[in-house]
């Protein structure tokens, strides 16, 4: 039998936001042999916008991030625990931006953003300290990594910042920080960055669409090369060490997750390189 037919088991919690008064799904998809192993301890890879990365009958795109799959078929990955936070639909937007949004040629827009800095909170002092009671974790920084796609990727970056004491690892999927630029990037040179942290940056030479481009004026797969390439600069300026960063550009692939989830496996080989 293929090595990769075996189950993993995953396991649904509803934790309470106190900033929005409402609770929010979030998932956690177990190592094998978990339940066997009682002496071992697992790092752990948080990823945004939980309900696209388990099944595709969920996913926005119909198509998901085949974590699952990601999981069994790469057995050369360490074993580690992923846990899937839940985006807040309509308010995604809001939770994934820290800041109101300043860059758009509809004034409405100036309306939307702002709540990142909550979500993170939510993320690192209710998520993690939950994960950390329930399961058995490997809790250090060097041990955490944080995934996102897109706004996803935005607040992960955020986050790999404002949280880098607690984050070892990041993956930034499709960066769409043009959308806050000047904020973050007044923010990112006025900070101090982890020279370790482990950074793997994505994006392709195709991404951009309508939607986006009621956001911004311009060639929006210009747009999102643009904004990785930024990062890129902005990591080696703060110190991070060349070798913790993987940039990779990819020809002719576009905004969704059927790319992401191409690529999800290498991301977490990187981050992991490190792992004990």
């Not at 999981?71 to 800041?99: A, C, F, H, S």
């Not at 990727?153 to 404002?162: L, R, T």
């Amino acid at each position: 039998m293929n090595q990769s037919y075996f189950y993993l088991k995953l396991e649904t919690h509803q934790l309470h936001m106190s900033y929005k008064n409402e609770k929010r799904r979030v998932r956690v998809l177990l190592p094998k042999n978990y339940e066997e192993d009682q002496d071992k301890n697992y790092p752990v890879v948080y990823m945004h916008d939980g309900q696209n990365i388990f099944y595709s009958s969920e996913s926005y795109s119909g198509y998901s991030w085949k974590v699952i799959p990601a999981i069994k078929q790469n057995q050369d990955l360490p074993r580690m625990i992923v846990v899937g936070i839940d985006n807040g639909g309509q308010n995604r937007i809001n939770e994934y931006t820290p800041w109101k949004i300043t860059e758009s040629p509809l004034p409405e827009d100036f309306e939307l953003g702002g709540k990142g800095v909550e979500f993170a909170s939510f993320v690192m002092t209710v998520v993690k300290p939950f994960i950390d009671k329930q399961y058995r974790t490997k809790p250090d920084k060097y041990h955490t990594a944080v995934i996102g796609s897109s706004l996803g990727g935005n607040i992960s970056a955020f986050m790999g910042v404002e949280y880098k004491d607690q984050i070892g690892g990041l993956g930034i999927f499709s960066l769409a920080n043009w959308i806050t630029s000047k904020a973050f990037d007044q923010y990112i040179a006025s900070q101090e960055l982890d020279p370790e942290q482990r950074v793997y940056i994505q994006v392709g030479t195709q991404e951009g669409d309508d939607t986006d481009r009621q956001f911004m004026y311009g060639n929006m797969k210009q747009a999102y090369i643009d904004c990785s390439l930024k990062y890129y600069k902005q990591l080696i300026k703060g110190s991070v060490s060349i070798d913790s960063i993987s940039l990779n550009i990819y020809a002719d692939e576009v905004h969704d997750e059927k790319a992401w989830a191409k690529h999800l496996p290498e991301c977490l080989r990187f981050l992991s390189e490190k792992w004990s």
